[in-house]
Structure formats: structure tokens, C-alpha cells
């Protein structure tokens, strides 16, 4: 019988070496890994021949097993998720073969509705983009509606973390980051302070939506529109804005989430971000159940809710007190970002008349002014994991160390 079952696997393996079209090794390197977006190089002409019915599959000892992957044919990557925690110093092997068993893994599936493009897993909601225009509340005057930001952000228990319209602030709008004070020539134009009627930024139009078995997203068209220019209402910046949620192995403790903002000017002279407190990167304002007594911050330079405005980060830990307990959004930049580590706004305890409100935000432009040339493209990443109870400096160190410095892929020679 053992002799059987041995000749079996041999048969089973040679059949798998016959099939194989690429092998690689993922070196995880000087750090600790853990659910981790990768991806190589493949050309389309690759993945319209040789890769289109081929199965990634994973090495473990003397078995493998099929694990999703998914193509992004405007970069030419192969995407997935290397899961679980991979020990730093360790190598994982992978090959893609010929598919021989369907992929039944959750997508995080996408709907319109509502003027709101949504994302779910499993049925239990993650985030929002509201693309129709928001009516500003009641009373309040029209120049507070808006479009182009993202709510509700919920947690992976179903609490909104997320607010819009606070009546302390009717301009803020959940996660979204509008520059502040800027200047078109010798004139000031502020597209965050909209009560000041110079300008808002507004959604214009998707340039695409993706659905996959790794990730589900979109990239939206939003204008910088600027009401005082002579010739009339003027876009001063285009966004382009790309939000990527990560499948991580139909997981639902926690959401991954990735946020791009690449900004062009078609404007002759540009457009100068000045520096100041507020304004671009990625903002965020918390749930009105959020306040000093049962938040907490922490910085990747181990800073605190008291220290931390101003300072610099790499990563920084925003968590509170929810229904189910606590939940906490990691938000992580990019080593290539404006003014890394970057700046932060972080409201202090005594925001809102002493009840200490959350507001948090990434500021590449917190001390130093930016010039956006005309017709240049420039480009701010960030990350968000969005997750229940908390997690470690470590912790938060090894998804970040995912994010900015992702682990070597090793093509085998054939």
C-alpha cells in the first residue's frame, strides 16, 4: 500500500513539473511578513498566451496548494496576497500551472447605488466613494455640498468610523484631502475651507472599476475647481484617485486598503500648495463617538495624541472605543511621498470646546511649500488597515515594512 501511495505522488509531481510554466521563490528578507500584496512582472502579450488558463499554486513540503492571482493589465503585474505570517530570512516557493480546480474564494463585490459606489464582502460592508454630489445639511448653506470622498469607512464588525458634516466643521467629509490654501498666480484659492466659496474638488467621472479575486477598485476623475478665476469656474488640478481593497483571503477581522492621489495642473503658471497645518495627502475625520476620553494615538516614532501634531511618521495607529470594544485604522505612507516621513495634523485633546474630536492627517505640505508644475504628474500612497482590537508597534511596523519595502520575487531558471 505505501509503495502504491508513493508511486501515486511521484506520478502526481512529475505531472505538476510537466505543467509548470514559471516558478519563483518570495524571499521575505530582513522582515517578518504578514498578509502581504506582491506581484511580477508579465507582459500582456504573456497573459493572452501563455498565462491565460494557468492556476497559481504554493509549494508546502511535499504538497501545493491553489491560491487567486489577479492581472492589472495598465501596469503589467501579476498580483497576490503572499497570507499568513512569513518569518523574515524565510523563502516560499510558487509556480503557475494549468488550472485544474475552480477558484470559489469571495470577491469583494462592487455596486452603484444611491450615488455611492459600494464595496462588500461576504455581504458586510467595507467603504463607500460618494460620486453624486452631497446636499449640504439642512439650513446650511449650498456651498458645503460635495462629492469625491469616502463614507461610511466601516469597521470589520459593522461600526461606521467615518463623518461627514459635523456641524463644528460642515467642510469635513470622512477620508478625503482637499489642499488648502493655495495660490494661482498672486491670488488664494482654498478648495478645503468651502464656506469660503473660492473652490471645492468634485467628482467628475470613473476612469476605470475592477473586480477581482485579489482586489476590487476603482480610479475616479476629480476637479480642483477654482470659482474665482477671471475666465469663470476653472479646474486648477486634476486627481486622479485610486482606491484599492485588498482580498485578504476572505478574511473579514480586518480591511486593507490602498489610497493613491496622482495630481496634474493644466493651469500655464501651475499651482502653488502653500505650506500650512491642514490641506492634500489623506485626511480623516472620526465618528462623533470618538472623543479624548476613549481614543488613543500612536506614531511610529512613538508619539501620542499630545505630541504627535506636527511631528513626522511613518505609520500612525488611530483607535477608539466601538460598540464591540475597539477599532483602529492603521495609516501608513510611502517612502517616495512628498516630505517623508511626513508631517501630521493631529487634533489636540482640547479640540471642539474640550471634547476632543479626531481628526488625523498625513500633510506633505505641513512645513514646506509645494510647487505642482504645469502639466507634471505627482503622487502621494497611502495604506490603511482597518481592523478590530489593536495591534503592536511591531505589528504595525511589519504592515508597514509590506507596504514600503514589499519582499524579493526570484524568477527559477527553466
Not at 77 to 88: A, E, S, V, Y
Amino acid at each position: 500500500m505505501k509503495l502504491i501511495l508513493l508511486i501515486i505522488f511521484i506520478l502526481l509531481s512529475l505531472h505538476i513539473q510537466a505543467q509548470e510554466l514559471l516558478k519563483f521563490n518570495v524571499n521575505s528578507g530582513s522582515f517578518d511578513r504578514f498578509n502581504c500584496p506582491i506581484s511580477l512582472t508579465i507582459s500582456k502579450n504573456e497573459m493572452d498566451t501563455a498565462f491565460k488558463d494557468l492556476q497559481l499554486i504554493e509549494f508546502k513540503g511535499e504538497s501545493h496548494t491553489p491560491l487567486t492571482s489577479q492581472y492589472d493589465q495598465e501596469n503589467n503585474r501579476m498580483w497576490f496576497i503572499l497570507d499568513g505570517l512569513t518569518p523574515k530570512n524565510n523563502i516560499r516557493k510558487f509556480a503557475f500551472v494549468k488550472k485544474n480546480t475552480k477558484n470559489s474564494s469571495p470577491q469583494i463585490e462592487i455596486q452603484k447605488n444611491d450615488g455611492a459606489l459600494q464595496f462588500t464582502l461576504n455581504n458586510k460592508p467595507i467603504l463607500n466613494y460618494q460620486y453624486d454630489i452631497k446636499m449640504a445639511p439642512k439650513g446650511i448653506d449650498s456651498k458645503f455640498q460635495k462629492s469625491g470622498f469616502i463614507h461610511p469607512l466601516w469597521s470589520p464588525d459593522g461600526e461606521v468610523l467615518t463623518r461627514i458634516q459635523p456641524p463644528d466643521h460642515y467642510h469635513h467629509y470622512g477620508i478625503w484631502g482637499p489642499w488648502t490654501k493655495t495660490h494661482v498666480d498672486d491670488r488664494e484659492v482654498d478648495f478645503w475651507n468651502l464656506g469660503k466659496g473660492q473652490g471645492t474638488v468634485l467628482f467628475k467621472t470613473f476612469i476605470n472599476e475592477t473586480q477581482g479575486d485579489v482586489y476590487s477598485g476603482f480610479t475616479a476623475l476629480q476637479e480642483y475647481i477654482d470659482f474665482g478665476a477671471t475666465e469663470g469656474n476653472n479646474v486648477a488640478i486634476n486627481e486622479e484617485l485610486e482606491i484599492k481593497i485588498w482580498n485578504l483571503n476572505s478574511s473579514e477581522k480586518s480591511w486593507m486598503i490602498d489610497y493613491t492621489t496622482t495630481i496634474k495642473s493644466p493651469l500655464e503658471s501651475g499651482i502653488l500648495l502653500d505650506a500650512y497645518r491642514y490641506g492634500g495627502g489623506i485626511g480623516f475625520r472620526a465618528t462623533e463617538k470618538w472623543h479624548k476620553d476613549n481614543t488613543s494615538v500612536l506614531t511610529s516614532e512613538n508619539k501620542d495624541r499630545l505630541t504627535a501634531d506636527g511631528t513626522k511618521a511613518k505609520w500612525t495607529i488611530i483607535e477608539g472605543e466601538t460598540m464591540n470594544g475597539r477599532s483602529s485604522i492603521l495609516f501608513m505612507g510611502f517612502p517616495e511621498n512628498r516630505q517623508f516621513p511626513e508631517p501630521m495634523r493631529v487634533w489636540p485633546i482640547g479640540a471642539n470646546g474640550g471634547r476632543g474630536d479626531v481628526f488625523f492627517e498625513f500633510c506633505p505640505i505641513r512645513h514646506v511649500e509645494w510647487k505642482i508644475e504645469p502639466d507634471k504628474k505627482y503622487q502621494l500612497k497611502y495604506r490603511m488597515l482597518v481592523f478590530e482590537g489593536k495591534i503592536s508597534p511591531k505589528e504595525a511596523e511589519i504592515y508597514w515594512q509590506g507596504f514600503a519595502n514589499p519582499p524579493e520575487i526570484l524568477i527559477e531558471p527553466k
